[in-house]
């Protein structure tokens, strides 16, 4: 298991290092001047090549690599002689449009983020997984064919759409829940509740869709295999048969895709937080793009990167705990 582990984390970390050396080359080989926008639209041709030679822009692309990287891990100066400005670790620099740390900006907002991301994931695995057993266990019967054709139409709907029509239902028509805003869990818990159901529901719904498919065809191969034939010849209760022996394998790829989502969505779920005006990192994303912030948008895809990574990782380590054949792949 050691030895798997060890695997694992040198191949996450190899590409971490990948997608970081892309996104810098990405964002500073385009056209666009760092300088020049760091410095904003009234600056003299003197003014930004001074900014340039400050944050280090005139060094070679390998040098500016090395420095970005080790400011991750290490914190970095930037600038210097009396523009000198400290970035403690870790440092994905400042932000073009605040001044501010980028690790900050992202910090301050990840609680929203992963407050509707862990929501939303319970609530659509909740009605993904009951509604893709059910389809399973009554296959061929009008449950199935109506569950089926719900999940299809579900999928088909944009998330813009769910969400207008949620919020003109609920909040405009009806009044039963207030105009979504993000409140601190500890602060008020109800309230927390309140405020994210909407956003939760509107996530949750086309995951759902998607999870109960998949669901219902994992249940319906596991259930032919013949362990399960030979339990039933036991004379196990159904119950048994299904929960114990043709759920629990028949999650292994729900698991799969549950990290992979998981992870993205921890790094921010760009549309849902910008219709209902949450201050997560997707939002801080947008923002970011329309503003051509390119540090904030740099440390924003890594972060997305490493959630992802260590998702997989996670969904690693549980295969290896249960099939010890994955140990050697």
């Known amino acids: 298991m050691i030895g798997f582990l060890l695997r694992r984390l040198i191949g996450i970390a190899a ?12 964002f500073y080989l385009l056209p666009n001047d760092p300088a020049a926008q760091f410095c904003g639209k009234d600056c003299s041709t ?32 930037m600038g210097s002689g009396h523009y000198a400005v400290s970035c403690d670790f870790p440092c994905f620099g400042y932000s073009f449009q605040s001044a501010q740390p980028v690790w900050e900006l992202m910090m301050d907002r990840l609680p929203a983020s992963a407050s509707l991301a862990l929501g939303a994931a319970v609530l659509w695995l909740v009605l993904g997984l009951s509604a893709g057993v059910l389809s399973a266990l009554r296959r061929n019967t009008w449950i199935d064919r109506t569950v089926m054709i719900g999940t299809i139409g579900i999928a088909a709907l944009p998330v813009y759409f769910t969400a207008m029509i949620l919020l003109y239902l609920v909040v405009s028509v009806l009044g039963l829940m207030p105009y979504p805003r993000y409140i601190a869990f500890d602060e008020d818990p109800v309230g927390w509740i309140r405020n994210l159901i909407l956003p939760w529901i509107t996530l949750a719904l086309m995951f759902a869709a998607i999870y109960a498919r998949m669901t219902r065809n994992s249940v319906i191969e596991t259930m032919a295999e013949p362990f399960v034939r030979t339990a039933r010849a036991k004379g196990l209760r159904e119950r048994r048969v299904v929960g114990k022996h043709g759920l629990r394998p028949a999650l292994t790829p729900v698991a799969t895709m549950l990290g992979m989502d998981l992870g993205g969505l921890l790094a921010g779920a760009l549309i849902t937080e910008s219709l209902f005006s949450l201050p997560g990192v997707g939002k801080l994303f947008a923002d ?42």
């Open 15 to 26: 590409t971490l290092l990948v997608i970081c050396a892309l996104t810098f080359a990405i």
């Open 46 to 77: 003197e003014h930004i090549e001074l900014v340039r030679q400050q944050m280090g822009l005139d060094d070679p692309m390998i040098v500016q690599f090395g420095r970005y990287v080790l400011g991750i891990f290490a914190g970095q100066t």
């Open 288 to 329: 970011s793009l329309n503003k051509a912030d390119q540090p904030v948008i740099m440390g924003i895809t890594l972060l997305a990167s490493f959630f992802i990574v260590t998702s997989n990782l996670v969904v690693d380590l549980v295969y290896a705990w249960i099939d010890p054949r994955a140990r050697l792949s």
